[in-house]
């Protein structure tokens, strides 16, 4: 059964960036055999105290009754939801959840924001992960010459390419494989070729580790990597790509060869000892107790001075010239400023804004976030969320043979990852993507996979690659390819994720469909803007497939994923209507909707009564419908 709908796309909202004090419309949308309404409108809870606002009814338009209203933005973060009664009394409320009811938590509240909005290019980005020490190694690859004249630093344990990765200590963390900047920037084509335009680059500081994690300083870059030239050259040539660079910064930690900690420990009476937890004995604070990452403590005004806050900052450095990176992904961002009773992680993260702000607006702020990220995530710094719990974990769950192991770093709390339905899926994903404003939704990354996980393809049942992808890419947020995926690489737990990249092999069977599939889905994504901001509304679920539609004003896109043999019908008046270029009108008699990209054979079906798409086995489909008619305001 059709329920009313709103989100928070433009379709719904005059304006997803306001002012604080600003007036926005809002609108909904109530289907066809709802039932009568005596009064429609928004509750919102400006102040902590409810106010309700009447929408007045726009009109019909095919079939659907809009109604509008007029919500002011009177706190930074402004909650709403919606409210309809019916002639008979039953009351509904809508929110991002979905329909109920009875009365619904402001947890859960459609939100406006008026804190400084993510670029415009965030939405419209697709996201490729490098690790540098296994993406490319270039002609004159420092890690080479440093070898020949054992100069390597004592803590790397050299490997050549094509060396399994080692998964136990110390080789986990100090195999080194000589991947560099110039590598990555060699093969940038590959990047081209795939669509991607954003590059996201794990840390380039000197450390004590492969994964660099462990700072040694963030006053340069990695000599091994090829130093700061490298990094500038490599920006630059992305650039003139079309692809933007950002970096990952640690702002929990440092490692413990830091010269900040390491002139803490030998001076307890220096300006860097209050950069630290220290205790009378000496100890100290680390992440998760690993004494190599000593824990920052962010009450320092000079630790702020030195890393976040103003032009001479560590965040600052590299947006600026010759740097010019486009923004950072802050490792353990949820962590970040928390100890026991302390908590300032919203200091942290608006100050680092704040700089950003000051230096670049053009830049995006993504913070990792492992749990429930919604409560840090609403519009006041972080654009957008590394998490797992709107997106991958459900993904797995519903996509994973049952009883695969859950592997390090996805974050289950038992050893075999559950087995979902679509339909448990579909549930997962709303609960926790309702704690973020829309706008947040957008620059959040999807991810199937990170350098933190098992590769996606080690347990996935058969042929669901393009289903995943597929939903990545459709879905609202940030699609996102760790590099090697696209070549149907495998792995059981986030180190051996952290596979050298197997150049050559793109022609091979075993890799050139997958790498092709990548392709498509993102030339699908890029070539419909719909797809990276449109709403988004959400139409069958089975056990074993759902449907959803993106929606916007030009153009609509109905997706279908499946991972077995599958049936879902679709009520006619769930799909929009108005012929639009390009797009036939799918209520007209035996008229099917321009296929786009699909894999497998998911088949649309035509009839008077209502529509169905039928797969005999996993699918991912995708047609053309028209844009979204609606009256005039």
Do not use: C
Not at 487 to 496: K, P, V, W, Y
Request: overall charge negative.
């Amino acid at each position: 059964m059709l329920t009313p709908h709103h989100d928070g796309s433009p379709l719904h909202v005059s304006n997803p960036a306001p002012a604080l004090g600003e007036v926005v419309r809002v609108r909904l949308r109530v289907p066809p055999g709802f039932g009568p309404l005596e009064w429609v409108g928004t509750r919102s809870n400006p102040n902590r105290e409810p106010r309700f606002d009447e929408a007045r009814r726009l009109g019909e338009a095919s079939g659907w009754d809009w109604y509008e209203a007029s919500v002011e933005v009177e706190n930074p973060v402004h909650g709403y939801r919606w409210l309809l009664v019916g002639v008979d009394g039953r009351q509904h409320w809508l929110n991002q959840v979905g329909l109920s009811s009875i009365e619904t938590r402001d947890h859960d509240d459609f939100r406006l924001v008026s804190h400084e909005p993510a670029p415009g290019w965030a939405a419209e980005s697709v996201m490729y992960q490098v690790f540098p020490d296994r993406f490319a190694k270039s002609a004159d690859a420092p890690f080479d010459e440093l070898r020949a004249r054992g100069e390597l630093p004592a803590w790397a344990m050299p490997a050549e390419w094509g060396d399994p990765v080692d998964p136990e200590p110390p080789g986990r963390s100090q195999q080194v494989y000589g991947g560099d900047l110039d590598g990555v920037r060699e093969r940038l084509d590959h990047l081209v070729g795939l669509g991607v335009n954003l590059l996201y680059l794990t840390p380039v500081f000197p450390a004590r580790s492969n994964h660099r994690y462990d700072a040694s300083t963030f006053d340069r870059v990695d000599e091994l990597l090829g130093g700061d030239d490298a990094l500038v050259r490599l920006v630059e040539a992305a650039h003139a790509r079309g692809i933007r660079v950002i970096g990952d910064l640690t702002s929990n930690h440092s490692g413990d060869a830091h010269e900040w900690f390491r002139t803490a420990q030998a001076d307890p009476a220096s300006a860097e000892r209050s950069f630290y937890f220290f205790g009378p004995d000496g100890s100290y604070e680390s992440w998760l107790g690993v004494p190599s990452l000593p824990k920052f403590d962010w009450s320092s005004s000079e630790l702020r001075r030195r890393f976040v806050e103003g032009p001479d900052s560590v965040v600052a450095k590299y947006l600026k010239p010759p740097f010019g990176l486009d923004g950072w992904r802050i490792d353990v961002a949820n962590m970040t400023g928390r100890l026991g009773a302390v908590d300032l992680n919203a200091e942290v993260r608006r100050t680092i804004r704040r700089t950003m702000l000051d230096v670049n607006p053009d830049t995006i702020l993504l913070g990792e976030s492992t749990n429930d990220a919604a409560s840090d995530f609403q519009g006041d710094a972080w654009h957008g969320a590394m998490t797992y719990t709107p997106f991958t974990r459900p993904l797995w769950s519903w996509l994973q043979r049952p009883g695969s192991p859950a592997g390090g770093g996805i974050g289950f709390a038992r050893n075999a990852v559950p087995a979902f339905t679509a339909r448990d899926f579909l549930e997962a994903h709303l609960r926790f993507a309702a704690g973020f404003p829309w706008r947040t939704r957008i620059a959040t990354m999807n991810a199937l996979d990170t350098h933190d996980t098992p590769r996606f393809l080690t347990h996935a049942r058969p042929a669901t690659v393009p289903v995943a992808f597929g939903l990545a890419a459709t879905m609202p947020g940030i699609p996102v390819v760790w590099a090697g995926d696209e070549f149907a690489l495998t792995g059981a737990d986030g180190e051996a994720s952290r596979t050298p990249m197997p150049w050559g092999s793109e022609a091979d069977p075993a890799v050139e469909p997958t790498l092709a599939a990548y392709r498509a889905l993102i030339a699908l994504r890029r070539a419909h803007p719909v797809l990276a901001t449109g709403g988004i509304r959400w139409l069958a679920a089975s056990d074993d497939a759902i449907a959803f539609v993106r929606e916007a004003t030009d153009a609509s896109v109905l997706v279908f994923a499946a991972r077995g043999a599958a049936r879902l019908g679709l009520e006619s008046a769930a799909l929009p209507q108005a012929g639009a270029d390009g797009a036939a009108d799918v209520t007209a008699p035996g008229a099917v909707p321009a296929a786009l990209v699909s894999f497998g054979e998911p088949r649309f079906e035509a009839s008077g009564a209502g529509h169905a798409i039928e797969t005999d086995a996993a699918a991912f489909g995708t047609w053309l419908l028209p844009g979204v008619a609606a009256p005039e305001t």
